[in-house]
């Protein structure tokens, strides 16, 4: 059984995740809207820890800046977050580094 969270419809560019039970405390997040075969498809490990928090191992980016949370509600909606961030980054020009010359 897998549960995904609802888009309109889902396209690459509005992920849908795809929630699969891993025993009774564990749950892999998957892209849904990525093929079956596409490695990028794995998002995330999340497992319940025994104070009741969501533990979170992040496989892939953009991903949040946080690996424990209250629920998987959470867990989305940061995730639902990391991505919007990243769409509006990319397009953003990037920080000039500034060159020096060598030290004599």
Known sequence: MSIVAPTDPPSPATPAW???PLGHTGWRIC???RGHTDPSRMVAY??????GAIEV???RSP????SRYRD???L????DAAVAA???DRSTRPFEIPHFPPEK
């Open 72 to 74: 998987l509600d959470e």
């Open 18 to 20: 795809e929630i699969v």
């Open 57 to 59: 191992l992040w496989l």
């Open 46 to 51: 999340a497992e319940k820890s025994e104070i």
């Open 31 to 33: 892209d849904a809207t």
């Open 86 to 88: 990243a769409e509006v």
């Open 63 to 66: 991903c949040p800046n946080r």
């Open 76 to 79: 989305l909606a940061d995730l």
